[in-house]
């Protein structure tokens, strides 16, 4: 059974994926967070902006993790990947001590009516669970 994951983005990300310019989401850590291997192919994704609504909903096509990254292993994942993952190099650079990574090729990216949650602290990509999902299990309306 998929997973479903809310998936917190800065602008210009978000933006870039629904205007499908941005085609990988990438999150790289130094110490291994919770979602860590907990995202794969098939899994549902709630797309929501910084500060702002979720936006869209997508699907995750294919996953990639990464343990024990290298600066060399994270310049490659640039060199291969970053024309679908849209990073600016300074934030490679800020990324090149973090140990743990994955990717996430993204697909049937669909804008939804924007919906606000009431979601407090500083996750970045939230693993969700039913009574735990902001309500959006139940929400996923498309335009």
Excluded at 120 to 131: D, H, P, Q, S, Y
Aim: overall charge positive; aromatic content about 10%; proline content about 6%.
């Amino acid at each position: 059974m998929a997973n479903s994951h809310l998936v917190i983005l800065k602008e210009p990300y978000l933006s870039m994926i629904l205007k499908d310019r941005k085609r990988i989401e990438l999150r790289l850590h130094k110490t291994r967070r919770p979602v860590f291997g907990c995202v794969w192919a098939g899994d549902k994704l709630f797309l929501k902006a910084s500060s702002g609504p979720v936006r869209a909903t997508a699907t995750a096509r294919v996953v990639k993790n990464y343990e024990n990254l290298t600066p060399k292993q994270i310049l490659e994942i640039k060199r291969l990947y970053n024309h679908d993952i849209a990073g600016p190099d300074e934030y490679w650079r800020d990324k090149m001590d973090c140990k743990f990574g994955f990717l996430v090729w993204l697909k049937d990216v669909k804008p939804i009516k924007p919906v606000r949650i009431d979601m407090k602290g500083r996750r970045v990509w939230v693993v969700l669970k039913r009574g735990k999902d902001f309500g959006l299990l139940k929400k996923n309306r498309p335009r």
